[in-house]
């Protein structure tokens, strides 16, 4: 079971999304994607009204490393190698939603302008497509490297981390920096526990839970930017690309952009994550949906609702 939450700020709807799972268990939370503000949960505790245990993975990785040079190295090298790839897709993404973009806005007759599009957008999947397997190569590499060093403090950690989640009724995930959010669960190898129990997640931690990691903002500060493909995520939760801040970050006045934005993630669907959003998951299946829109393929906005 997964519960889906937009921001938390500033009307938080955690408490009710812990009221809907009903669990008698304790409750653990994964800050780590806030990185050095880890364990500054005394707000979290008195937005949902429950006490928390905090699995501190971010300070737990920091020791880590501080012990086990060599798998240090090893997650510095990914890291360099996952930036790198971003930014020579970046340099084939850009001419490429260039024109997908010119072939949504452009007037011509149907039958030939529609199939342009249309291999356009194939195009700018394909190129998604490639990255991503880019990077499930790089993640792959790394767990066959890393499986051959000995790092004993690295499993003493390990071990502590899942007895406690293994105990816990619900395991809270919050927002943050989402890559940093997604390599710290990876590193204690929490994928499969977490897929095993039921998870609240907002913002940056309900991305982490789906198969991939777009990146967007159509009126970011610093001018536009093209919507990217980050990441693999835990691929917890199917088929759908969360959008957490969706309300302002995406242009919904400009029909054919979140055209482009829907299909070109297709058939996975574009959900909304704002303030007060709430998806409710079990067993892939949508139970209820509160506050949540879907991107559809004419770029307009509909709520999400079962099928």
């Given amino acids: 079971m997964q519960i889906l939450l937009g921001p938390q700020n500033p009307a938080p709807n955690l408490s009710q999304a812990i009221e ?6 304790s409750i653990v939370v994964i800050t ?3 990185r050095d503000s880890e364990g500054e949960t005394d707000e ?13 993975l971010y300070q737990r990785a920091e020791e880590v490393f501080a012990n086990e040079p060599a798998l240090h190295d090893l997650h510095r090298e990914r890291q360099k190698k996952l930036t790198e790839l971003q930014r020579l897709y970046r340099i084939r993404l850009t001419p490429t939603i260039t ?4 072939l949504m806005k452009t007037r011509a007759e149907s039958e030939l302008l529609h199939l342009e599009q249309r291999a356009a957008i194939s195009q700018l999947r394909a190129l998604d497509s490639h990255h991503l397997r880019r990077i499930r190569g790089i993640h792959q590499k790394f767990n066959l490297q890393r499986a051959e060093l000995e790092v004993p403090r690295a ?7 899942h007895r406690l989640v293994e105990k816990a009724g619900v395991v809270l995930i919050a927002g943050g920096h ?8 990876r590193l204690f190898g929490l994928d499969q526990l977490l897929a095993e129990k039921p998870v609240i997640a907002w913002s940056a931690g309900a991305m982490a839970m789906t198969e991939r ?13 093209d919507s990217e493909l980050l990441d693999a995520g835990l691929g917890i939760v199917r088929r759908r690309v969360l959008l957490p801040h969706a309300g302002t970050r995406l242009d919904w006045r400009n029909h054919k952009r979140m055209a482009l934005f829907s299909r070109r993630f297709s058939p996975a669907t574009c959900c909304t994550l704002d303030n007060g959003s709430m998806i409710h998951i ?26």
């Avoid at 809907?20 to 268990?25: A, F, P, S, V």
């Avoid at 979290?44 to 501190?56: A, F, Q, T, V």
């Avoid at 990691?213 to 930017?225: E, M, N």
């Fill in 20 to 25: 809907t799972i009903n669990t008698d268990g």
């Fill in 44 to 56: 979290l505790r008195e937005i949902s009204g429950h006490p928390l245990e905090d699995l501190m």
């Fill in 99 to 102: 024109a997908a973009r010119k």
């Fill in 282 to 307: 079990d067993n892939e299946q949508l139970i209820t949906s509160k506050r949540s829109s879907i991107v559809t393929r004419t770029g307009r906005k509909r709520a999400l609702t079962k099928a």
């Fill in 178 to 185: 989402v890559a940093v959010l997604l390599n710290r669960i």
């Fill in 155 to 161: 499993l003493v950690q390990r071990d502590k981390v």
């Fill in 213 to 225: 990691i777009v990146l967007f903002h159509h009126s970011a500060p610093h001018g536009k930017r």
């Fill in 32 to 34: 780590a994607g806030w």
